[in-house]
C-alpha cells in the first residue's frame, strides 16, 4: 500500500476533452433521465393500461384523466415521497453493508494507481446476494405471495423509485463536495479521475471528480463506495423487484405464467453471473477510469434496477404463456448471446494473461509499437467488440416474452372479451388499441443497450487511437467490423 509522490491531475488550461456533448449533455442527462423514469412508471401501469389509453389519444388529452389513469397521487407531487419506503430503503442499504462486513469475503487489491499503490478490495457480493435470496425464498416459502417484502414493494414502488433517486442525487453530490480534499501524496491513495476535473462544476458532478472515493463507517469499516454501488444494492434490488413483480402477478391471476418466471430466472443468473466474477471489475473502465459521480450513482441505484426490471413488472399485470417452444426459442437465443459473450472475454482474458500459451498458437495477432498485441484472429477477428455483440443478444430474451407488447384493463364488471386475462378482482387486461405500444416500454432495455454499447465501443476506439496511433488505423483496416460482423 505504499505510496509514492503523486502528480496531481489539475484542471486543465487547454480545452477539455468532453463526453456526452460537454456540460449540456451532463445537465440534460442528469435531470431528464430521473423524470422518464417517472414517465415510464406511469405510462405503463396497472390501473389502465400499457400506455394509458389516453395517450394513444394525444389529441384528446385531459390532464385530469390522464392522472386518473396512470394512478398520480391524489395529494401530487407530495404523494411521490414517503418517509416509510425512504426509511426502508435506507434500512435496505444498511443491511447490504452489514452483510458486506460479517459475510465471508475475498480481499485482494486493485490495479496500480498513478501513485504507485493499490487500493485493497472486499469481495462477497455474490455470497450477500445469495443470502437474501434464501431469505426471501424462505418468506415466500411460509407466506406465499403475501410476504410482507413483495406487497411493500409493489405497494410502494413509486416512493422507493423516490428515495433511490435522491440517494443517486445526495450521493453524487457528498462525493463530488469531498474530492476536494483530496491532497497529492496522500497516504490514502486518493486521486482524482483524469475526465472529471474539467473546471466545470455540473459536467464534473456528473461524470466523476475522484477516482475511487471511500468512506469508513462505525462497525462496517472502509468502503469503496464505487465498487459497492456498482454490484449490490442496485443489483440486488433489481432481483428483489422481479419477485415482487411474480407474487403481484399471482395475488392479480392465481397462477404464474413460465413467461415471468423465465425473465425473472434468466437476469438473476445475470446478476450472480456478474458478481461471482466480482475481481474481474478491477480492470473494467468503472474502476480503473470513470470517476464516481451521478452517472454511476444514477445508474446503479436507479436506472439498472427500475429500467431493467420493466419486463417483469409488464408480464405481473399482462400475463404471457411461451409454452415449450417458445422457452426453447428463447433459451436458445439467451445461450447463443451467452456463449459469444463469454467465450470471447475468455478468450481475451487467456490471451492478457499469457499469450505464449501453447493452447492460442492458432490465434494470429499483430505487434504494436506499444509493446502489446493486438488479436486479429478467432473471436477478435470476427469483430473488434465480437462481446459486445454477444452481451447485446443476450437483451433479445428478456424482452421477447412480452409479446407484441400493449394492454387495455378493463373495468370489473364488463362483458366478457374473449381472449381476456381475468383478473381475480374481476378486471380484464386485452391488448386492444394498445397492442404494439407496449413495446416501447418493454423493448426499452434493448434500445438503450445498444446506445450504451455503441457509445463504449466509440469511447475505447478513441482511447486505443491515442495508445496505438498508426497501428490502430491499421488494426482497424484488419478487423473491420465494430460490434456485428458485416453490419456495423
Same mark, same amino acid.
Given at each position: 500500500?505504499?505510496?509514492?509522490?503523486?502528480?496531481?491531475?489539475?484542471?486543465?488550461?487547454?480545452?477539455?476533452?468532453?463526453?456526452?456533448?460537454?456540460?449540456?449533455?451532463? @445537465?440534460?442527462?442528469?435531470?431528464? +433521465?430521473?423524470?422518464?423514469?417517472?414517465?415510464?412508471?406511469?405510462?405503463?401501469?396497472?390501473?389502465?393500461?400499457?400506455?394509458?389509453?389516453? +395517450?394513444?389519444?394525444?389529441?384528446?388529452?385531459?390532464?385530469?384523466?390522464?392522472?386518473?389513469? /396512470?394512478?398520480?397521487?391524489?395529494?401530487?407531487?407530495?404523494?411521490?415521497?414517503? #418517509?416509510?419506503? *425512504?426509511?426502508?430503503?435506507?434500512?435496505?442499504?444498511?443491511?447490504? !453493508?452489514?452483510?458486506?462486513?460479517?459475510?465471508? @469475503?475475498?480481499?485482494?487489491?486493485?490495479?496500480?494507481?498513478?501513485?504507485?499503490?493499490?487500493?485493497?478490495?472486499?469481495?462477497? !457480493?455474490?455470497? *450477500?446476494?445469495?443470502?437474501?435470496?434464501?431469505?426471501?425464498?424462505?418468506?415466500?416459502?411460509?407466506?406465499?405471495?403475501?410476504?410482507?417484502?413483495?406487497?411493500?414493494?409493489?405497494?410502494?414502488?413509486?416512493?422507493?423509485?423516490?428515495?433511490?433517486?435522491?440517494? !443517486?442525487? !445526495?450521493?453524487? *453530490?457528498?462525493?463530488?463536495?469531498?474530492?476536494?480534499?483530496?491532497?497529492? %501524496?496522500?497516504?490514502?491513495?486518493?486521486?482524482?479521475?483524469?475526465?472529471? /476535473? *474539467?473546471?466545470?462544476?455540473?459536467?464534473?458532478?456528473?461524470?466523476?471528480?475522484?477516482?475511487?472515493?471511500?468512506?469508513? +463507517?462505525?462497525?462496517?469499516?472502509?468502503?469503496?463506495?464505487?465498487?459497492?454501488?456498482?454490484?449490490?444494492?442496485?443489483?440486488?434490488?433489481?432481483?428483489?423487484?422481479?419477485?415482487?413483480?411474480?407474487?403481484?402477478?399471482?395475488?392479480?391471476?392465481?397462477?404464474?405464467?413460465?413467461?415471468?418466471?423465465? /425473465?425473472?430466472?434468466?437476469?438473476?443468473?445475470?446478476?450472480?453471473?456478474?458478481?461471482?466474477?466480482?475481481?474481474?471489475?478491477?480492470?473494467?473502465?468503472?474502476?480503473?477510469?470513470?470517476?464516481?459521480?451521478?452517472?454511476?450513482?444514477?445508474?446503479?441505484?436507479? #436506472?439498472?434496477?427500475?429500467?431493467?426490471?420493466?419486463? @417483469?413488472?409488464?408480464?405481473?399485470?399482462?400475463?404471457?404463456?411461451?409454452?415449450? #417452444?417458445?422457452?426453447?426459442?428463447?433459451?436458445?437465443?439467451?445461450?447463443?448471446?451467452?456463449?459469444?459473450?463469454?467465450?470471447?472475454?475468455?478468450?481475451?482474458?487467456?490471451?492478457?494473461?499469457?499469450?505464449?500459451?501453447?493452447?492460442?498458437?492458432?490465434?494470429?495477432?499483430?505487434?504494436?509499437?506499444?509493446?502489446?498485441?493486438?488479436?486479429?484472429?478467432?473471436?477478435?477477428?470476427?469483430?473488434?467488440?465480437?462481446?459486445?455483440?454477444?452481451?447485446?443478444?443476450?437483451?433479445?430474451?428478456?424482452?421477447?416474452?412480452?409479446?407484441?407488447?400493449?394492454?387495455?384493463?378493463?373495468?370489473?364488471?364488463? @362483458?366478457? /372479451?374473449? %381472449?381476456?386475462?381475468?383478473?381475480?378482482?374481476?378486471?380484464?387486461?386485452?391488448?386492444?388499441?394498445?397492442?404494439?405500444?407496449?413495446?416501447?416500454?418493454?423493448?426499452?432495455?434493448?434500445?438503450?443497450?445498444?446506445?450504451?454499447?455503441?457509445?463504449?465501443?466509440?469511447?475505447?476506439?478513441?482511447?486505443?487511437?491515442?495508445?496505438?496511433?498508426?497501428?490502430?488505423?491499421?488494426?482497424?483496416?484488419?478487423?473491420? #467490423?465494430?460490434?456485428?460482423?458485416?453490419?456495423?
Amino acid at each position: 500500500m505504499g505510496s509514492k509522490t503523486q502528480q496531481p491531475i489539475e484542471v486543465s488550461r487547454k480545452k477539455p476533452e468532453y463526453e456526452f456533448f460537454g456540460p449540456p449533455g451532463a @445537465a440534460l442527462i442528469s435531470f431528464v +433521465l430521473p423524470p422518464l423514469v417517472y414517465a415510464i412508471t406511469f405510462a405503463c401501469n396497472d390501473l389502465s393500461g400499457c400506455p394509458a389509453p389516453s +395517450l394513444l389519444h394525444p389529441k384528446n388529452l385531459d390532464l385530469n384523466i390522464l392522472k386518473r389513469e /396512470v394512478g398520480w397521487p391524489e395529494d401530487g407531487w407530495r404523494g411521490l415521497f414517503s #418517509w416509510e419506503a *425512504t426509511g426502508w430503503t435506507l434500512a435496505f442499504y444498511l443491511f447490504n !453493508a452489514i452483510l458486506y462486513r460479517i459475510l465471508p @469475503a475475498t480481499e485482494t487489491e486493485g490495479t496500480v494507481l498513478r501513485s504507485g499503490g493499490r487500493l485493497k478490495y472486499r469481495f462477497n !457480493a455474490f455470497s *450477500t446476494t445469495m443470502f437474501c435470496i434464501v431469505a426471501a425464498a424462505a418468506g415466500t416459502i411460509a407466506q406465499g405471495a403475501e410476504f410482507p417484502l413483495w406487497t411493500f414493494i409493489t405497494d410502494n414502488y413509486v416512493q422507493i423509485l423516490t428515495a433511490n433517486t435522491i440517494i !443517486a442525487y !445526495a450521493l453524487a *453530490t457528498f462525493v463530488y463536495v469531498r474530492s476536494f480534499s483530496v491532497k497529492p %501524496g496522500n497516504p490514502e491513495n486518493r486521486e482524482l479521475a483524469a475526465g472529471g /476535473v *474539467t473546471g466545470n462544476m455540473i459536467y464534473d458532478w456528473y461524470i466523476g471528480r475522484e477516482l475511487n472515493p471511500r468512506i469508513t +463507517l462505525p462497525f462496517i469499516g472502509e468502503i469503496d463506495i464505487k465498487e459497492w454501488m456498482e454490484l449490490r444494492p442496485g443489483m440486488l434490488g433489481y432481483i428483489l423487484l422481479n419477485g415482487a413483480f411474480i407474487a403481484k402477478q399471482y395475488r392479480n391471476y392465481g397462477y404464474v405464467t413460465d413467461s415471468i418466471v423465465f /425473465v425473472a430466472l434468466v437476469q438473476t443468473f445475470y446478476v450472480l453471473d456478474g458478481q461471482f466474477m466480482e475481481p474481474a471489475i478491477m480492470t473494467t473502465m468503472d474502476i480503473t477510469t470513470d470517476g464516481f459521480g451521478f452517472m454511476l450513482s444514477f445508474g446503479d441505484l436507479v #436506472w439498472v434496477p427500475f429500467i431493467y426490471s420493466q419486463q @417483469a413488472r409488464y408480464l405481473a399485470t399482462h400475463p404471457q404463456t411461451l409454452g415449450v #417452444w417458445g422457452l426453447a426459442g428463447v433459451t436458445a437465443a439467451l445461450a447463443t448471446g451467452f456463449a459469444i459473450f463469454r467465450l470471447s472475454n475468455s478468450q481475451k482474458n487467456a490471451f492478457r494473461t499469457n499469450p505464449n500459451d501453447p493452447k492460442l498458437a492458432h490465434l494470429k495477432y499483430m505487434p504494436t509499437k506499444a509493446g502489446t498485441r493486438l488479436l486479429i484472429s478467432g473471436w477478435w477477428g470476427i469483430a473488434r467488440h465480437i462481446n459486445y455483440f454477444g452481451d447485446w443478444f443476450q437483451a433479445w430474451p428478456y424482452s421477447l416474452p412480452t409479446g407484441l407488447a400493449g394492454y387495455t384493463i378493463l373495468s370489473a364488471g364488463t @362483458a366478457a /372479451v374473449d %381472449g381476456a386475462a381475468r383478473m381475480l378482482d374481476g378486471r380484464q387486461v386485452i391488448p386492444g388499441e394498445a397492442k404494439g405500444w407496449g413495446m416501447i416500454f418493454t423493448y426499452f432495455y434493448v434500445l438503450y443497450f445498444a446506445i450504451l454499447l455503441i457509445h463504449r465501443d466509440r469511447r475505447d476506439d478513441e482511447k486505443c487511437a491515442k495508445k496505438y496511433g498508426e497501428d490502430w488505423e491499421k488494426y482497424k483496416k484488419i478487423v473491420r #467490423w465494430r460490434i456485428i460482423p458485416y453490419i456495423y
